[in-house]
């Protein structure tokens, strides 16, 4: 392992993307003090392997196969060189857009945004996936994500096509989602509420709209995990002269080509400031966030890949990778400790369709 200029041994980090049109997982081995990346393997998978998820002992790397027959696929992560070798393949019940864990790592989480659902499997000890999922939910239109909270209590899946936050209740003990009272935190008709990620201190809940290129904020209830509106803020650039989206393909003939269209978004592990990208421009919008009110407020936008589909921030809060579906390769960048500027550091290659981001850090 390699050590610090204070002789400390520094954490050893990988990068996972996965390139959908290739079928497989590029693999790199992210510099803990440069930011440089050191291209590995590349791990062929399935045709359209998309959305990934890490356990969080770090053992497994989790991948969604969105071509037929659907599935996960279990690979094993090696803590040393950071390569991955596939363990199993495990039915999934429709083509899942999204994966991720419950806070114990007993549970995976899936949510489909063509089959309008989400579902709960249960994960071994040896990272294999239940063949069967323990419960399978009927959503609004569109799920696009699932997330549950610090807390292990409260999961939100955020429904493009329904202008709407589905809010469950999660039951470890009976491995079961049920509808929080009420269901669902409605935003106004034409935003389509896409990704969702939860501040680190567990006070707020992040939505980004993919039609309107905007973050909304959510207070979260601890005792209840409901969520309150707090607020929304735009992070298209202002001169991008760009109009509101509309589910893709619902409107055959339409030219798309200045519709907003944003993607993914992420937080720093100190929670100060947050990342949305935004497909039609390209660029990744940063904006600074109100520790006291979760209200954001937007600050620059940076270009980088070409129809940016997922990106990651290491667990230093350092570095942040982006991938772009029609870019041949991903970006390093260096997040400013004090204001969250995006500094460029360096271009790498990676295979076609490279659209989902994951980055694991072994101390």
């Given at each position: 392992?390699?050590?610090?200029?204070?002789?400390?041994?520094?954490?050893?980090?990988?990068?996972?993307?996965?390139?959908?049109?290739?079928?497989?997982?590029?693999?790199?081995?992210?510099?803990?003090?440069?930011?440089?990346?050191?291209?590995?393997?590349?791990?062929?998978?399935?045709?359209?392997?998309?959305?990934?998820?890490?356990?969080?002992?770090?053992?497994?790397?989790?991948?969604?196969?969105?071509?037929?027959?659907?599935?996960?696929?279990?690979?094993?992560?090696?803590?040393?060189?950071?390569?991955?070798?596939?363990?199993?393949?495990?039915?999934?019940?429709?083509?899942?857009?999204?994966?991720?864990?419950?806070?114990?790592?007993?549970?995976?989480?899936?949510?489909?945004?063509?089959?309008?659902?989400?579902?709960?499997?249960?994960?071994?000890?040896?990272?294999?996936?239940?063949?069967?999922?323990?419960?399978?939910?009927?959503?609004?239109?569109?799920?696009?994500?699932?997330?549950?909270?610090?807390?292990?209590?409260?999961?939100?899946?955020?429904?493009?096509?329904?202008?709407?936050?589905?809010?469950?209740?999660?039951?470890?003990?009976?491995?079961?989602l049920?509808?929080?009272?009420?269901?669902?935190a409605?935003?106004?008709?034409?935003?389509?509420p896409?990704?969702?990620?939860?501040?680190?201190?567990?006070?707020?809940?992040?939505?980004?709209?993919?039609?309107?290129?905007t973050?909304?904020?959510?207070?979260?209830?601890?005792?209840?995990?409901?969520?309150?509106?707090?607020?929304?803020?735009?992070?298209?650039?202002?001169?991008?002269?760009?109009?509101?989206?509309?589910?893709?393909?619902?409107q055959?003939?339409?030219?798309?080509?200045?519709?907003?269209?944003?993607?993914?978004?992420?937080?720093?592990?100190?929670?100060?400031?947050?990342?949305?990208?935004e497909?039609?421009?390209?660029?990744?919008?940063?904006?600074?966030?109100?520790?006291?009110?979760?209200?954001?407020?937007?600050?620059?936008?940076?270009?980088?890949?070409?129809?940016?589909?997922?990106?990651?921030?290491?667990?230093?809060?350092?570095?942040?990778?982006?991938?772009?579906?029609?870019?041949?390769?991903?970006?390093?960048?260096?997040?400013d400790?004090?204001?969250?500027?995006?500094?460029?550091?360096?271009?790498?290659?990676?295979?076609?369709?490279?659209?989902?981001?994951?980055?694991?850090?072994?101390?």
């Open positions: 392992m390699a050590t610090t200029g204070d002789g400390k041994a520094a954490a050893s980090a990988f990068v996972y993307v996965s390139n959908a049109e290739d079928g497989d997982i590029a693999t790199y081995r992210l510099e803990s003090e440069s930011g440089a990346l050191q291209p590995g393997a590349r791990v062929p998978v399935a045709p359209m392997v998309m959305p990934m998820a890490a356990s969080h002992d770090r053992r497994f790397l989790f991948a969604a196969v969105r071509s037929k027959p659907f599935s996960v696929v279990t690979l094993a992560i090696d803590p040393r060189s950071g390569s991955l070798s596939p363990l199993a393949h495990s039915p999934l019940p429709d083509s899942m857009c999204y994966l991720s864990l419950d806070k114990t790592g007993r549970y995976l989480f899936a949510a489909s945004y063509g089959g309008n659902l989400v579902s709960v499997h249960d994960i071994a000890s040896d990272g294999h996936v239940s063949a069967a999922p323990l419960q399978v939910i009927g959503t609004g239109r569109h799920a696009h994500s699932v997330r549950i909270d610090a807390s292990n209590r409260y999961v939100f899946v955020p429904t493009l096509g329904s202008d709407a936050v589905f809010q469950f209740v999660f039951d470890g003990e009976s491995s079961r049920a509808s929080n009272t009420p269901s669902l409605l935003v106004k008709p034409g935003t389509g896409r990704h969702v990620i939860i501040s680190p201190d567990n006070r707020f809940v992040f939505v980004a709209n993919e039609m309107l290129g973050v909304t904020t959510f207070a979260l209830d601890p005792a209840t995990g409901l969520l309150a509106e707090v607020g929304s803020a735009s992070g298209v650039p202002p001169d991008a002269k760009l109009v509101p989206g509309v589910v893709r393909n619902s055959p003939g339409r030219d798309s080509e200045r519709d907003i269209w944003a993607s993914d978004l992420h937080i720093t592990p100190d929670g100060r400031f947050l990342y949305l990208a497909r039609t421009t390209s660029t990744l919008a940063h904006f600074g966030v109100d520790a006291a009110t979760g209200n954001l407020s937007y600050v620059a936008s940076t270009p980088t890949e070409k129809q940016p589909r997922g990106f990651a921030i290491d667990a230093s809060g350092r570095f942040l990778v982006a991938s772009g579906e029609k870019s041949a390769t991903i970006s390093v960048y260096a997040i400790a004090g204001s969250g500027t995006l500094q460029p550091l360096a271009k790498y290659p990676t295979g076609r369709g490279a659209n989902w981001v994951e980055i694991v850090t072994f101390d």
